[in-house]
Structure formats: C-alpha cells, structure tokens
C-alpha cells in the first residue's frame, strides 16, 4: 500500500452520505463505480502534490461537508446543473466534474430543429441554477474575502475494462453504440422533450436506417430504456463490444458531458459526436467528427469510413488525446499542478 501525505474521504455512502475514510486508488466498500476512475487520479495527484495535510472529499453534495476550513479540497460529482457549491467560501478549492459554467453548445438560430430548442430551454434552465449562487461567489471576491478556486475536471469512464488495445483496421464492428436511449425509461412528457431522449431516438433511427443501406457495413445497437438499466448491464460485454469498433457514436448526456466521450477516446475509436463542450482545457481541439444533426450520420460515416489515412490519424490522436488529457495520470496532474500553484 502506497503511503499518502494527505487525507482521504469518500461521502457518497448511504446513508446519508456518511464519511468513510478512504485510501486511493483502492476501492471501498459499498463499492461506487466512480472511484474506479478517481481513485488512481487522487492518488497520481498525491504523488504529485508538493504539500501534505490537506483533507479531500469526494462528494455529491453541494451544502455539506464534515469539516471545513483552507486545509479541505473538494471533488464535487454529478452536478448537472452547473450550481456553484454553498461552501465555497469555506473550502481551500473545489474540483468539479461537470459544467462550472452553462455551456450552449449548439444555436438554434443557425441551426433550428426540436433537439437545438430543447437543448437551449435545458440551458436556460442551469443558468436559473447557476445565476443566483454565481453572483454571491462573484460578490465575495470582489469584496476581498476568501472564495475558493472552482475547476473543471473530466467526468471519466465508468463500467469499462482495462483492455490491450486492438489494432484499430482489425476490429469487428465499423459502427458501436450501447447505452440507453431514455433517461428514466417511461413516457412522461418530461421524457419525451428531454435533449438526451431526443437526440438519441434520432441517433438510433439514422444508425438503424444506414445498416439498412449499407448492408457492408457492421453496425451494432446495444440499446436499454434508461440510464440505470444501462449502469446495471454486463461491462464485459460492453468493452469488449466498443474495443472491437473502429467508430463510435457518442451522443450528448442529459447534460452535455458524457462517460461514453472519455470510453471512445480511451480504446482509440473516432468519437461521432453531436454535441462537444468547447471551453475545457479537455475538450478543446479533441480529435472528434462532430455532426450538427444526426441526419447527417450517413454522409459522414461514409466518406470517413473511405479514407483509411484520416481514420488511422484520428484513431492515433484519440489514444493520444486520452492519455494527455483523460487518463488518470493526467487529470491527476492538473489537480496537483493547480493546486500547488494556488497561493491561499
């Protein structure tokens, strides 16, 4: 067991969140999926952390925490909605792994469907989250007082096998998707106008409908009613169904982030995507084949699917762009460097 030079707590146990001490990289018991992939990133920044007493809590929540004071780092999780913790003029800094900020990703103006309306409604919906608390951190600073640093860190991966990776022009599949298609798998209207169902019901029909065209082409569907439904099936399965895919489609989440982005990248697949974050020191430039609407899936599989030196280029740059940017090693890197460079 690796000695660590800073303290560890996990927060997500039942119930009610209850503090259990915890030693990176190991897992914990109950076992939480997310600390697979956090768990090695605390542990390279311990390693790489030039200080020692600090205490971290990996949490969802956003108004508690079991101390506080300059000496405590949060790892925030989960949060859609782009809140700004209660906490944060109590805390030294706050790592978070979704949006810090409302991210619009696409215009409807320019480009108007049902999908680009409802995803600006979604938008306007985590700005009335974010605005309010936004403000008073604002305020805080401008005042002088104390307002912890809050940066933006990558969702991660999560149900996916460490695998050797398969050379990319030897894989089964041109085309991969599993996943769910609805969020909690009914037909509330809340469902139906939801950005994730929308975009993924289309996703799904287009794929469905290039099979049909292209019966040369390998495309394989692995598709559950909701996102539990999806959490709850056979990982195995699913690794090794994405490391034998040469593309892989990577629909937008509920919010815009997703596991599935970090899981194509990570097995060296090109990532069709309709929806990318563009301000992130981790998204900006990825190697991706971004689509404005998945109408456009024929076009564009096809004439990437034809050029075999831009498919090895991508492929490369993927495997590359998830080492430097997604991997453990290096998300672990940024907290420490950021951290260490933090005068408090």
């Known amino acids: 067991m690796t ?6 707590v996990n927060c997500q146990n039942p119930p009610e969140n209850k503090p259990l001490p915890w030693h990176p990289p190991e897992l914990t018991d109950p076992f939480r999926p997310d600390i697979v992939y956090f768990g090695p990133v ?16 990996f949490t969802e929540s956003l108004d508690w925490l079991p101390s506080y004071g300059l000496d405590v780092v949060v790892v925030l999780l989960g949060d859609e909605f782009t809140r700004v913790p209660g906490y944060f003029g109590d805390v030294r800094a706050i790592f978070k792994n979704y949006t810090v900020q409302p991210a619009l990703t696409n215009n409807v103006l320019r480009e108007p469907s049902w999908i680009n309306l409802w995803s600006f409604a979604w938008y306007l919906r985590t700005c009335a989250y974010h ?17 912890a640093p809050i940066w933006r860190i990558p969702v991660g991966v999560v149900d996916q096998l460490e695998l050797p990776v398969k050379p990319f022009f030897e894989r089964r599949h041109d085309i991969f998707f599993g996943g769910s298609v609805g969020h909690h798998g009914d037909e509330r209207i809340k469902e139906r106008i939801n950005p994730k169902v929308m975009a993924r019901r289309q996703m799904v029909e287009q794929a469905q409908r290039l099979a049909e065209r292209h019966p040369e082409l390998s ?8 996102f539990q439904h999806s959490m709850d099936a056979d990982p195995v399965a699913y690794s090794h169904s994405l490391m034998d895919s040469r593309l892989a489609l990577v629909p937008r989440g509920t919010a815009i982030d997703t596991f599935r982005f970090w899981q194509a990248l990570r097995y060296g697949c090109v990532a069709i995507v309709d929806t990318v974050p563009r301000h992130p020191w981790f998204y900006e430039g990825a ?4 689509l404005s609407r998945w109408s456009q899936l024929e076009d564009v599989v096809t004439r990437v699917l034809s050029d075999r030196e831009r498919l090895e280029r991508l492929h490369r740059a993927s495997l590359e762009w998830w080492r430097t940017r997604g ?6 890197a940024y907290m420490a460097d ?4 933090l005068v408090v």
């Not at 495309?219 to 909701?226: R, S």
């Not at 950021?338 to 460079?341: A, G, I, P, Q, V």
């Open 3 to 8: 000695e660590l030079r800073n303290t560890y």
């Open 42 to 57: 605390l542990a390279e920044m311990d390693r790489q952390l030039n200080m020692s007493g600090l205490t971290f809590y």
């Open 131 to 147: 605005v309010p608390a936004s403000k008073r951190y604002r305020e805080r600073r401008r005042e002088g007082r104390w307002a």
């Open 219 to 226: 495309v394989e569907l692995v598709t559950t009613v909701g």
């Open 287 to 290: 190697p991706v084949v971004r």
């Open 327 to 332: 991997s453990p090693e290096a998300v672990g």
């Open 338 to 341: 950021r951290l260490n460079s």
